[in-house]
């Protein structure tokens, strides 16, 4: 070996050894004092964006594609590519990264395994569902562009990052939709040509042919449902400030008094609402029995299920069966902490009263509590009960316990 082949293999070897021991900092300044083109691999055939995938470090992650290391590079020896390594590591933002620098979702390992299903044979729930819900951004930019006689596009172009990541969105739970629907900036205030743009992809989706996503296509038709019908709010809420507009001109009054309701909450405020004791919240699931009812592929394999398992005795919670039909079924449930307003994973801020709820954040308790309320003050005169018998016994141990418990409890912001 020359003096310089080997000083470049030295050089490799300790960019290997920086990313294994996630040492941010000292691979930067290696990178940056030396030349060196990044897409090199081990003796196993590992790339060092391979490694970096595998530790599940995006930052690393971020300093190599800067690098201009290439995303689908594959000579690893069982033919995984940095995408099989990112969902092994249960990153689901890194995920998205890789794919926003056009990871290939298809590519295929020695034993036939897409990186979202050995995601899935791991237990990365997060990881199979940001792969399965990923368009590429072209998707979108197609309606920004006139096409054939239009004389301007569907999407004005300025909605198209807010759009892309409304439909990227993962969890499906109609409240959190409406709320991502609320946050993605300009969507609210073009509604009509959002919901044209989605029936449209709703079609295109269908008529790829062998490339056809039934997922995606039902995802489309799902969220134009949403779109329509806070748009239905949105209308309604506009005749009614005109309609008072008018009175107050009739009696002469000019007072500027906006409706203090948004449409988003309205809707949100229906869909929680359950009026009987049963717990089911009567609106939602019957509006989206019919979401599920209208989606127009009827031939479709996700239709014929979806309706099989709400026509069965005794089936789930509509907002279950769309979520399971869009991201699969959960293995594990039981450890999983779920808001209670709008269904996100890992909500761990509980009601400070009763703590027999959780939430993501004070939106999620805001908006149930007017729900939450009654039930809340029922439970928390149940605890304050059952804590009284407690002091009773003065069993010490017990004592200790529940001020741990109430600790652990508390709604820290
Ligand atoms: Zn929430
Ligand atoms: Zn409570």
Same mark, same amino acid.
């Given at each position: 070996?020359?003096?310089?082949?080997?000083?470049?293999?030295?050089?490799?070897?300790?960019?290997?050894?920086?990313?294994?021991?996630?040492?941010?900092?000292?691979?930067?300044?290696?990178?940056?004092?030396?030349?060196?083109?990044?897409?090199?691999?081990?003796?196993?055939?590992?790339?060092?964006?391979?490694?970096?995938?595998?530790?599940?470090?995006?930052?690393?992650?971020?300093?190599?594609?800067?690098?201009?290391?290439?995303?689908?590079?594959?000579?690893?020896?069982?033919?995984?590519?940095?995408?099989?390594?990112?969902?092994?590591?249960?990153?689901?933002?890194?995920?998205?990264?890789?794919?926003?620098?056009?990871?290939?979702?298809?590519?295929?390992?020695?034993?036939?395994?897409?990186?979202?299903?050995?995601?899935?044979?791991?237990?990365?729930?997060?990881?199979?569902?940001?792969?399965?819900?990923?368009?590429?951004?072209?998707?979108?930019?197609?309606?920004?562009?006139?096409?054939?006689?239009?004389?301007?596009?569907?999407?004005?172009?300025?909605?198209?990052?807010?759009?892309?990541?409304?439909?990227?969105?993962?969890?499906?739970?109609?409240?959190?939709?409406?709320?991502?629907?609320?946050?993605?900036?300009?969507?609210?205030?073009?509604?009509?040509?959002?919901?044209?743009?989605?029936?449209?992809?709703?079609? +295109? /989706?269908? *008529?790829?042919?062998?490339?056809?996503?039934?997922?995606? @296509?039902?995802?489309?038709?799902? !969220?134009?449902?949403? %779109?329509?019908?806070?748009?239905?709010?949105?209308?309604?809420?506009?005749?009614?400030?005109?309609?008072?507009?008018?009175?107050?001109?009739?009696?002469?009054?000019?007072?500027?008094?906006?409706?203090?309701?948004?449409?988003?909450?309205?809707?949100?405020?229906?869909?929680?609402?359950?009026?009987?004791?049963?717990?089911?919240?009567?609106?939602?699931?019957?509006?989206?029995?019919?979401?599920?009812?209208?989606?127009?592929? +009827? /031939?479709? *394999?996700?239709?014929?299920?979806?309706?099989?398992?709400? @026509?069965?005795?005794?089936?789930? !919670?509509?907002?279950? %069966?769309?979520?399971?039909?869009?991201?699969?079924?959960?293995?594990?449930?039981?450890?999983?902490?779920?808001?209670?307003?709008?269904?996100?994973?890992?909500?761990?801020?509980?009601?400070?009263?009763?703590?027999?709820?959780?939430?993501?954040?004070?939106?999620?308790?805001?908006?149930?509590?007017?729900?939450?309320?009654?039930?809340?003050?029922?439970?928390?005169?149940?605890?304050?009960?059952?804590?009284?018998?407690?002091?009773?016994?003065?069993?010490?141990?017990?004592?200790?316990?529940?001020?741990?418990?109430?600790?652990?409890?508390?709604?820290?912001?």
């Amino acid at each position: 070996m020359t003096p310089a082949t080997e000083s470049v293999k030295q050089l490799e070897k300790e960019i290997f050894t920086r990313i294994t021991k996630n040492e941010v900092a000292e691979l930067k300044s290696l990178l940056a004092a030396n030349k060196i083109k990044i897409d090199f691999v081990d003796e196993n055939g590992m790339s060092p964006l391979q490694h970096a995938c595998y530790k599940g470090n995006k930052e690393i992650v971020q300093m190599l594609l800067d690098q201009g290391a290439d995303v689908n590079l594959c000579q690893h020896e069982h033919a995984y590519t940095a995408l099989h390594f990112a969902a092994l590591s249960g990153n689901a933002e890194l995920c998205h990264l890789l794919m926003s620098y056009g990871a290939k979702l298809t590519a295929t390992n020695s034993v036939g395994r897409t990186p979202a299903q050995m995601a899935a044979f791991v237990g990365n729930h997060n990881c199979v569902a940001t792969i399965n819900n990923y368009i590429p951004k072209a998707d979108i930019d197609y309606y920004i562009k006139p096409q054939g006689l239009q004389t301007e596009p569907l999407l004005p172009p300025h909605l198209a990052d807010s759009l892309h990541k409304f439909i990227m969105q993962v969890n499906v739970h109609p409240v959190r939709v409406a709320m991502t629907l609320q946050r993605c900036t300009g969507l609210l205030d073009n509604l009509p040509k959002i919901q044209k743009v989605l029936e449209l992809m709703r079609q +295109r /989706e269908m *008529t790829r042919g062998a490339d056809t996503n039934e997922i995606m @296509a039902f995802k489309y038709h799902y !969220l134009s449902c949403i %779109v329509s019908e806070v748009l239905k709010c949105q209308k309604r809420q506009e005749a009614r400030r005109a309609e008072k507009i008018e009175i107050e001109k009739q009696v002469n009054i000019n007072k500027e008094e906006k409706s203090k309701t948004d449409p988003v909450e309205l809707f949100i405020r229906a869909l929680l609402k359950c009026s009987k004791s049963d717990g089911i919240p009567e609106y939602q699931e019957a509006y989206l029995r019919e979401v599920v009812r209208e989606f127009p592929f +009827r /031939e479709s *394999t996700i239709f014929r299920q979806m309706v099989a398992t709400l @026509a069965g005795t005794d089936p789930p !919670l509509a907002v279950s %069966v769309v979520a399971a039909a869009i991201n699969g079924q959960r293995g594990f449930s039981d450890n999983l902490q779920i808001c209670v307003t709008c269904g996100e994973d890992k909500a761990t801020k509980k009601c400070s009263k009763c703590k027999a709820v959780q939430y993501c954040d004070r939106e999620c308790q805001r908006l149930h509590w007017s729900l939450h309320k009654k039930e809340c003050a029922r439970v928390n005169a149940a605890n304050v009960i059952g804590s009284n018998s407690k002091v009773a016994d003065n069993d010490k141990a017990d004592i200790a316990d529940a001020v741990r418990n109430e600790i652990g409890n508390l709604f820290i912001k």
